[in-house]
């Protein structure tokens, strides 16, 4: 049996395209995807990159993920690759976000990343060579932040977005000491990506990186050889300061 990769919000954007990478390296990928028309019709738009499939997944309903799960399960037997890539960005002032745009916002980035990676587990456990990418941001970077850094002139309108992914950072660093000191777990490499400032939806295409360069860094970490790094924030150039 080849390697099983699933991507969560990959019915367009940076998602679409990291599915279009793995399935190019030989992998059966499951393309994740909480509108299950257009998840489809991403998989067919795919079709002749190798084997993606469709798979409906809100990352915000748990009972949709244990779906995904046992399905999963049922037709695969285990889960080789876990991409965390749905994400939701709230554009505001930080002085008028409200605790209700953090709270949809967390919902999906984070509290949805770890829906996801808890149902996955026992699959995982059951992969030779398992590896999870967290899709982060370089907003993310407190060091970068707190530095001065601008990202695009726009900064402030991300305390929603960046804040979450800064989370997930956590969740990254957190996971990946807990598998080592799992037997069961220890096998399992996770790390968070950036992918830069795509253009896609969720940048309103202002992103000065296409998705095959975005894509790049999250299709290494989640081909990642057994020597290679785990509870690590990386973009392509590198490791990003926390």
Same mark, same amino acid.
């Given at each position: ?6 991507v ?57 993920? !244990? +779906?995904?799960?046992? @399905? ?8 080789? &690759?876990l #991409?965390? %890539? *749905?994400? /939701? ?9 409200? !605790? +209700?745009?953090?709270? @949809? ?8 990343? &770890?829906? #996801?990676? %808890? *149902?996955? /587990? ?5 992969s ?21 850094a ?18 997930l ?62 509870g ?8 990003v300061?926390?």
């Amino acid at each position: 049996m080849g390697t099983t990769a699933l991507v969560t919000g990959a019915n367009r954007g940076l998602g679409k395209e990291i599915a279009r990478q793995l399935a190019r390296r030989g992998m059966t990928v499951l393309l994740g995807s909480r509108d299950a028309g257009r998840g489809a019709e991403a998989a067919r738009d795919l079709a002749s990159e190798g084997d993606v499939r469709p798979l409906p997944l809100d990352v915000a309903d748990a009972p949709s993920v !244990a +779906a995904a799960a046992a @399905r999963i399960g049922d037709e695969h037997g285990r889960l080789d &690759v876990l #991409v965390n %890539n *749905a994400g /939701l960005m709230v554009e505001a002032p930080a002085t008028e976000v409200t !605790a +209700a745009d953090m709270r @949809r916002t967390f919902e999906v980035n984070v509290f949805g990343a &770890v829906t #996801v990676l %808890n *149902a996955m /587990l026992p699959l995982l456990r059951r992969s030779a060579a398992p590896r999870v990418v967290n899709v982060s941001s370089t907003t993310a970077s407190l060091t970068l932040t707190g530095g001065g850094a601008d990202f695009g002139g726009d900064a402030h309108l991300r305390l929603a977005y960046s804040s979450s992914k800064a989370a997930l950072n956590m969740l990254t660093v957190q996971y990946a000491a807990a598998f080592a000191a799992d037997p069961g777990l220890a096998h399992v490499k996770i790390n968070s990506a950036t992918p830069g400032y795509v253009a896609t939806d969720m940048s309103a295409y202002r992103g000065t990186r296409t998705v095959e360069e975005g894509s790049r860094i999250v299709v290494d970490l989640a081909t990642l050889p057994a020597d290679g790094p785990t509870g690590g924030f990386f973009r392509e150039q590198g490791p990003v300061p926390w």
